[in-house]
T-cell receptor, first 111, second 115 residues
Framework: TQLLEQSPQFLSIQEGENLTVYCNSS?????LQWYRQEPGEGPVLLVT?????EVKKLKRLTFQFGDARKDSSLHITAAQPGDTGLYLC???????????FGTGTRLKVLA | DSGVTQTPKHLITATGQRVTLRCSPR?????VYWYQQSLDQGLQFLIH???????AKGNILERFSAQQFPDLHSELNLSSLELGDSALYFC??????????????FGNGTRLTVT
């Protein structure tokens, strides 16, 4: 069974601070995606990483895929209240026809 | 707006009852995925359909079933409902069944409350 563990589970920080969220698995994935979910809505895709060691930047968000394609991290620089939400990683393996979601990290950024 | 439509938005029913959740995928998307999200938890994969055929099953209970129709909309049927089935049920669609560069587009979910 493929599992994706995210840490931390909860994070409450002040505006302007930096943070890193981790997504770990013992399985190898063909690709990994990060989503953000806000209350009352479905998750929205932030980024897809495919190549081991790949780094992608989306404004103040930096995503990295582990060299072995088993783990990923999301780093937010100078967090803002608008970053508040549930962050989910999702792994996909070719041939399995499913995306497995991580346990989620609930982030709250205080003004 | 993701283009994925889920109805109803809210559903309140009693234990032992049966309900049907409906999902219309984004225009052009052939894959439909169903996920269950319990309070403050991640998404549990239930089932995936591609162009009318079942492609993958997750931790879906025998009391639950789904299908995808020729017009590509999908329905998730939940029967003999129990209190523990109370959750948010999300539908997501994508272009293909196995495309890593084909992200999931989620609807806004159906909140099911079993009393």
């Amino acid at each position: 069974t493929q599992l994706l563990e995210q840490s931390p589970q909860f994070l409450s920080i002040q505006e302007g601070e930096n943070l890193t969220v981790y997504c770990n698995s013992s399985s190898v994935f063909s690709s990994l995606q990060w989503y953000r979910q806000e209350p009352g809505e479905g998750p929205v895709l932030l980024v897809t990483v495919v190549t081991g060691g790949e780094v992608k930047k989306l404004k103040r968000l930096t995503f990295q895929f582990g060299d072995a394609r088993k783990d990923s991290s999301l780093h937010i620089t100078a967090a803002q209240p608008g970053d508040t939400g549930l962050y989910l990683c999702a792994g996909h393996t070719s041939g399995t026809y499913k995306y497995i979601f991580g346990t989620g990290t609930r982030l709250k950024v205080l003004a | 707006d993701s283009g994925v439509t889920q109805t109803p938005k809210h559903l309140i029913t009693a234990t032992g009852q049966r309900v049907t959740l409906r999902c219309s995928p984004r225009s052009g998307d052939l894959s439909v995925y169903w996920y269950q999200q319990s309070l403050d938890q991640g998404l549990q994969f239930l089932i995936h359909y591609y162009n009318g055929e079942e492609r993958a099953k997750g931790n879906i209970l025998e009391r639950f079933s789904a299908q995808q129709f020729p017009d590509l909309h999908s329905e998730l049927n939940l029967s003999s409902l129990e209190l523990g089935d109370s959750a948010l049920y999300f539908c997501a669609s994508s272009v293909g069944p196995n495309s890593y560069n084909s992200p999931l587009h989620f609807g806004n979910g159906t909140r099911l409350t079993v009393t």
